[in-house]
């Protein structure tokens, strides 16, 4: 995973690293909530098929923590805590991005295949989006 970053994450996202077992037969990786990720795992989704100029996310959430995993391909989040702005691109499926709550997310630069698979800490809810970015900030500028 590439990162930069401008004026710096103030703790809204972090990378987490996930075990890799390898041996003649190929690589496993694991996943265990509240072990390897800090939530109960309620919801698991993923994004195939996906136009390689395909801008999707363009929102925040208001309780969700969420883990972003690049299974397979690549493609890069851009993340936007309400004070600063951060890039991360996904290309290594034993690393995450853990997305905490109150995190405004866009997705874009999807190689060819790729698949994005992601961890929730809660089921769908359309009530915990917010989907208008000057709403975000004044929610998250109180
Ligand atoms: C996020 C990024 C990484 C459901 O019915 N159940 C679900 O679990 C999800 C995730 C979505 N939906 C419905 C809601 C919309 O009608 O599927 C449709 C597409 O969802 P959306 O436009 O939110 O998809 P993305 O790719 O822009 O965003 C998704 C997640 O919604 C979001 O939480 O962080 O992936």
Same mark, same amino acid.
């Given at each position: 995973?590439?990162?930069?970053?401008?004026? &710096?994450?103030?703790?809204?996202?972090?990378? /987490?690293?996930?075990?890799? /077992?390898?041996?003649?037969?190929?690589?496993?990786?694991?996943?265990?909530?509240?072990?390897?990720?800090? @939530?109960?795992?309620?919801?698991?989704?993923?994004?195939?098929?996906?136009?390689?100029?395909?801008?999707?996310?363009?929102?925040?959430?208001?309780?969700?923590?969420?883990?972003?995993?690049?299974?397979?391909?690549? @493609?890069?989040?851009?993340?936007?805590? &309400?004070?600063?702005?951060?890039?991360?691109?996904?290309?290594?499926?034993?690393?995450?991005?853990?997305?905490?709550?109150?995190?405004?997310?866009?997705?874009?630069? @999807?190689?060819?295949?790729?698949?994005?698979?992601?961890?929730?800490?809660?089921?769908?809810?359309?009530?915990?989006? /917010?989907?208008?970015?000057?709403?975000?900030?004044?929610?998250?500028?109180?």
């Amino acid at each position: 995973m590439n990162t930069s970053e401008q004026g &710096g994450s103030r703790g809204s996202v972090r990378i /987490i690293d996930l075990p890799v /077992i390898s041996d003649r037969r190929g690589d496993l990786t694991f996943v265990e909530g509240r072990n390897h990720v800090p @939530f109960d795992i309620a919801r698991v989704y993923y994004l195939y098929n996906v136009p390689v100029d395909s801008e999707r996310g363009g929102h925040a959430h208001r309780q969700l923590q969420q883990v972003v995993f690049a299974l397979s391909g690549s @493609f890069c989040i851009r993340i936007d805590d &309400g004070h600063a702005t951060s890039e991360h691109w996904l290309r290594d499926p034993r690393k995450g991005l853990l997305i905490n709550r109150l995190i405004w997310r866009e997705m874009d630069s @999807f190689s060819q295949g790729a698949v994005c698979m992601v961890l929730a800490s809660h089921a769908y809810d359309e009530s915990d989006y /917010i989907r208008d970015h000057a709403d975000f900030l004044a929610t998250v500028r109180g």
